[in-house]
DNA sequence: TAGCTATACTTGAGGACACAAGGATCATAG
DNA sequence: CTATGATCCTTGTGTCCTCAAGTATAGCTA
């Protein structure tokens, strides 16, 4: 007998459980291809790319240590550890902030401008076909706007009442 | 000057981007946050519990350990490693299987029934507060559509056309 | 029967990330 | 000017998970 458990069961008639369970199995479905595509052929992580784009957009495409970390969800002592090795590629370099000697920018390179350059076609490709060729136009904006509710933010102080 | 990008610049017009990369914030800040409440209450990851809920509604309280692993999308060795843990616990226990002595069972404990129906309330709830609650019915159901047309499965043989 | 391949599982090594603690700098209040 | 507290960043440690490799069993073919 095959293996016929194909799917994580819906183990719940709620709607907001099926939702959410979906939401979870194409988080860790997609991240993954996507992931593997991108470490196979640029060697970067997601959270790699994520943060050179968000350099790639940013002012003088250099972005504060701290902000950064927040953009990407990431706690500071993993932007530190992620940096590090963009920096030991030569993607981004660090710079002094004249105003404030406590922070330090992150700051794209020629290097790793060509890089983002480079990655960026492929993976868009990637993201249009695991995951916005499933919608039409409208769809599209319809899920943002739904996903757009959702915390897309460390809620750090969930107090309860 | 305080940081102000409080939201991860939405870097494209492209809906179909926006939409991805609120996916990835949400899944980010969400399991985050339902992750530790779940550590702080039950000790349970989130993978944890998705495991021990799969066997709580299994037919005998007990899967093969490869679909499990396929259900809840972790490899066989992080199932391996999991169960380590739960076993550990005496949440969940070994069976073989008779017909094929390759595979072994998980099967839940009476404690591993018991930590699931403690722990499921709970859980349930912060679902729903930190995702569910953000919609109305109708929502619900059809984020639940959406996000079924998504890959909910390992993409193993992603062969280009 | 032997041989080949596929499947189920485990183990070693390594990566990505978190948390906690510590150092440096800044801002404010006496 | 000093004390206090907040903010930015780094480092030590540990956890979760993956990949690659290895073992054991199953089943198919000749």
């Given at each position: 007998m095959p293996s016929q458990v194909l799917i994580a069961q819906e183990v719940s008639a709620e709607p907001s459980i099926t939702a959410w369970l979906r939401f979870l199995r194409a988080h860790a479905a997609i991240t993954r291809e996507l992931s593997s595509r991108l470490e196979a052929v640029h060697e970067l992580t997601l959270s790699d790319y994520d943060v050179?784009?968000?350099?790639?957009?940013?002012?003088g495409r250099r972005l504060r240590r701290i902000d950064l970390a927040r953009s990407v969800l990431l706690t500071a002592s993993g932007i530190t550890r992620l940096l590090d090795g963009l920096e030991s590629c030569g993607l981004v370099g660090k710079e002094n902030c004249d105003s404030d000697r406590r922070v330090t920018y992150a700051v794209l390179t020629e290097a790793g401008v060509k890089k983002v350059e480079e990655a960026r076609d492929s993976h868009l490709a990637d993201i249009e076909e695991l995951f916005g060729s499933r919608f039409s136009a409208q769809e599209r904006e319809q899920l943002a706007e739904l996903l757009g509710r959702l915390p897309l933010q460390h809620t750090t102080e969930a107090c309860s009442a």
């Open positions: 050179l784009i968000q350099l790639y957009h940013a002012e």
